[in-house]
Structures are given as structure tokens and as C-alpha cells.
């Protein structure tokens, strides 16, 4: 019962730490720019080392974030990432369709993993500036009225 009690007083120690607006927005950027890497397995690991690299960023956004890749939003994350690095390379790399996937190899992904990083980071860093902008003018509309007592 002990240490169950000192888990919840550290996870509210967690939640109060950096929790202005900009700070939410920043860890929810974070986390949302992680989640659309294609470091399938690492997104937790990633966001730890995030948490200590960037101590201005509020932890728990930033792990809230990395949920808008879940098992349903995968396959899209992957398809947008990979269609914007193939069109920003221009070097004939195919169009990924479902006949493509019944004859994938370790070479196969080796080849296509270049557009897909690339594609993945400038769909990632899109994503985090929207989100970024979205959370910040909300948590900062919830702040307002939160001061405001109504």
C-alpha cells in the first residue's frame, strides 16, 4: 500500500511539472512528431529520452501525443510517409498498394525505408506544428477560463 501511494504522488508530481500552455503544446508536438516516425517498438523509448533531453516539455503531453499512432492510424501514418518522401526523392520508387505487401522481403524494406524516414519526418514535423497550434490555443483558452473562474 506504500508504494502505491508514493507511484500516485509522483505521477501527481508528473502531471503539475510544466504545465503552462506552451509547455503542454511542446510535449504534445513532441509526441505527435515521434509517434509518425517509422521507429515502430521505440516510440516509448524515444519519448523518454525526449523527456529528459527537453525538461521544458510537460511528460505526460508527450506521451499522450504518440497515440495518434495506434494500431488503426498505422497503415496511414506509413502510406502519407512514404508517398511524401517517395515524391520528394522523384527516383521511381513504387507506389505501395496491398498486392505490394504479399511479396515483402527484409531487401524489399531496406529499399523503401530511405522515402519512408524522410517523408515520415516532414509529415511528423507538419503534424507536430499543427498539433503544436491546436493544443497551445486551447490549453490556453482552458487556462484562461480556469483564471477567470467561470
Known amino acids: ?45 524515444l519519448v523518454i529520452v525526449c523527456a529528459v533531453l527537453i525538461p521544458k516539455a510537460n511528460k ?18 506509413t502510406w502519407a510517409g512514404y508517398e511524401i518522401g517517395r515524391s520528394v526523392l522523384r527516383r521511381g520508387y513504387p507506389p505501395l498498394r496491398w498486392s505490394f505487401f504479399s511479396h515483402l522481403s527484409l531487401q524489399t524494406i531496406r529499399e523503401l525505408y ?23 490555443f486551447f490549453a490556453m483558452r482552458l487556462e484562461k477560463k480556469k483564471t477567470s473562474g467561470n
Not at 60 to 77: D, R
Not at 119 to 127: E, K, P, Q, T, Y
Open 1 to 45: 500500500m506504500r508504494g502505491y501511494k508514493r507511484i500516485k504522488e509522483s505521477v501527481a508530481a508528473l502531471i503539475k511539472l510544466n504545465t503552462t500552455p506552451p509547455e503542454i503544446a511542446l510535449g504534445v508536438a513532441i509526441g505527435v512528431f515521434i509517434a509518425v516516425m517509422p521507429l515502430y517498438g521505440f516510440h516509448t523509448l
Open 60 to 77: 505526460i503531453a508527450m506521451l499522450l501525443g504518440t497515440n495518434i499512432s495506434l494500431p488503426p492510424t498505422v497503415p496511414f501514418i
Open 114 to 136: 530511405y522515402p519512408l524516414f524522410l517523408g515520415s519526418v516532414i509529415l511528423g514535423a507538419a503534424c507536430a506544428l499543427l498539433c503544436y497550434g491546436v493544443t497551445l
